[in-house]
């Protein structure tokens, strides 16, 4: 199994990627067959029986499954998505490249997913669907979003990036709506470098899915006749011959995760100034990233500093789209309008989090965040536009 170099500083993630990976890439390079084929095929049918979901599509990224997910929706010009604040900005981006207007609803403070609440305040006559985040692996309250959903004819695309094998009340993350979405980056559960997964219950859904991926193209009579102008948004069988290995993994992986996870909340029990994250009610968190918030009085981007100091690689939690330069230019926003979200890409940090991470570099790691909080009050936090923490996406 792949490990950091030893005596390297700790790591903020590391995939898990050892033989059986290696093997079923060296078998897709000996089989000519690179593009997307029989492993990508393979990789949807048991992500399929994996998730309990009828139709799963491999893609190119997390970003294109959104992507694909909003355009098989049917989401275009004059129509707005309720996106979640607090994430990535690839969420609310494909919102943009459909042509709609991605309408950014605040998160509850303490679950940091979307507010069923703002959702409802925020919806208009062209609202057309909702785009939640399950943030860092842990469910968003589904069923509240999906009885208003219900109530006011909105599609439901989950944003599941982080969510492979996490659930909610029994069900897969990103198999409640109508479309779900997941990354297979290398920071995320399951890695297949880069690489994503669109999966529906839907068959109409699915058939457009099915088409824009690949060009808009369909096979008529034995060749291609291309009634849509598609993207090209395939998974190579190189990737999914990783991710089938993934698979194989994924159970094992999210125990360690779990294990190191539940090892910090009672390790940061009690400290001062941090809040650890609850564990939703309603489902298994699989702990893509383990994410503390940090009272105001804490300069967190201070904390990343102090942390780097001591060998720690530590970043933010994710961003508050509506004060990014482009949110904020596009949709006329100013930052802290959504006070939840902006609080939480203020004050939230993300610790190492790993299949592999030691129970003794929890230990230290849990240890130096104490003192960093310690030695980090009171200072002011830096403004927005400037540069924050390490390399890497959220
Ligand atoms: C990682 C991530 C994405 C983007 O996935 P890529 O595979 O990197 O394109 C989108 N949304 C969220 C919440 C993510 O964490």
């Known amino acids: 199994m792949s490990q950091p170099p030893r005596g390297e500083r700790i790591r ?17 390079l000996r089989s000519g067959l690179v593009s997307q084929g029989p492993k990508s ?21 997390g970003t294109t499954a959104l992507h694909l997910a909003l355009a098989a929706a049917g989401i275009g010009p004059g129509d707005e998505v309720l996106v979640a604040d607090f994430t990535f900005p690839a969420t609310g981006n494909v919102v943009l490249q459909q042509g709609a207007r991605p309408v950014l609803v605040d998160i509850d403070p303490r ?29 968003a309250d589904m069923d509240a979003l999906m009885k208003l959903a219900g109530e006011l004819d909105l599609a439901v695309i989950e944003d599941a990036a982080t969510a492979f094998g996490g659930n909610y009340r029994g069900r897969s993350c990103g198999t409640i709506g109508n479309l779900g979405c997941f990354s297979f980056h290398g920071r995320k559960v399951i890695t297949t470098g880069e690489g994503g997964m669109v999966v529906t219950d839907d068959e109409d859904l699915a058939d457009r899915v099915r088409v824009l991926r690949n060009h808009g193209g369909v096979r008529i009579d034995g060749r291609y006749a291309f009634a849509d102008v598609g993207y090209n948004y395939r998974m190579s069988d190189v990737q999914a011959a990783i991710g089938i290995a993934q698979l194989e993994r994924l159970d094992d992986l999210i125990a360690a995760l779990r294990e ?19 564990e939703p009610e309603w489902g298994r968190d699989v702990h893509q990233s383990y994410v503390v918030l940090l009272d105001s009085e804490v300069d967190r981007d201070a904390v990343i500093r102090e942390m780097a100091s001591r060998g720690i690689e530590t970043t933010l939690g994710t961003y508050a789209l509506h004060a990014e330069p482009a949110y904020a230019r596009l949709g006329g926003y100013a930052p802290g309008d959504l006070p939840a979200s ?22 230290y790691v849990s240890n130096s965040l104490r003192a960093a909080v310690a030695g980090c009050l009171g200072k002011r936090g830096r403004t927005m536009g400037e540069k924050r923490s390490s390399e890497g996406q959220d």
Request: proline share 6%.
């Open 342 to 363: 902006f609080h939480a890409s203020r004050h939230s940090l993300a610790l190492p989090l790993y299949s592999g991470l030691t129970n003794e570099q929890v230990d």
């Open 12 to 28: 903020l993630a590391w995939p898990q990627l050892g033989d059986r990976e290696l093997s079923n890439v060296a078998e897709v």
């Open 260 to 278: 190191s996870a539940h090892l910090y909340d009672r390790l940061l029990d009690g400290a001062e100034h941090v809040t650890i994250p609850p």
């Open 111 to 139: 679950l940091l997913a979307m507010s069923p609440e703002d959702a409802r305040r925020k919806a208009t006559r062209n609202t057309r669907a909702l785009l939640p985040v399950h943030p860092f692996g842990a469910a």
């Open 41 to 61: 095929k393979q990789f949807e049918d048991l992500v399929c029986e994996r998730l309990d979901v009828s139709f799963a599509f491999a893609t190119s990224s």
